[in-house]
């Protein structure tokens, strides 16, 4: 369970690795650093012991320069943190509206139906060249 002063650090150093751009929020703007989080870390409960680790290590330290810090000397944690930073923020339906991505579909599929593709010409290239295959030597 992570302290509200926790939440701060990992906030503060989210936003070096996500800052707000151009239509793109920061990662704290959407709660990278809150429900988000508590989401990543039931969804990779692993990630917990490297975020722990990320958040001492940078605590009361400018999270630029804390980012930096642990970037080399203890990559492992680093990598746990970024991780759970990125995943948290795409997570987030504001961020993947505004990229565009509905999230994980199951679109319908009739196993009966013809692929487009053998169709609407796009193999017909291949088709004309004809087979390239070259054995393996033994």
């Given amino acids: 369970m992570l302290s509200d002063s926790d939440r701060e650090t990992f906030g503060a150093m989210a936003d070096v690795i996500v800052p707000a751009w ?3 929020p920061s990662a704290t ?3 990278v650093h809150k429900g988000l989080l ?3 870390l039931r969804a990779r409960p692993d ?3 490297g975020v722990e680790s990320a958040i001492a290590a940078c605590r009361g330290v400018a999270p630029s320069k804390a980012l930096n810090a642990l970037f080399q000397s203890d990559r492992s944690a680093f990598d746990a943190f970024t991780l ?3 995943g948290g923020y795409y997570m987030d339906p504001t961020v993947r509206g505004l990229l565009g991505y509905p999230g ?3 679109p319908p599929y009739d196993p009966m139906e013809t692929p487009a593709y053998l169709t609407d010409g796009l193999l017909e290239r291949v088709t004309r060249r004809g ?3 070259k054995p393996t030597p033994r």
């Fill in 84 to 86: 759970a930073v990125t």
């Fill in 104 to 106: 994980q579909e199951s």
């Fill in 38 to 40: 508590d989401a990543v």
């Fill in 131 to 133: 087979a390239i295959y």
């Fill in 47 to 49: 990630l917990s012991e």
């Fill in 29 to 31: 703007a959407v709660g």
């Fill in 22 to 24: 151009e239509r793109m």
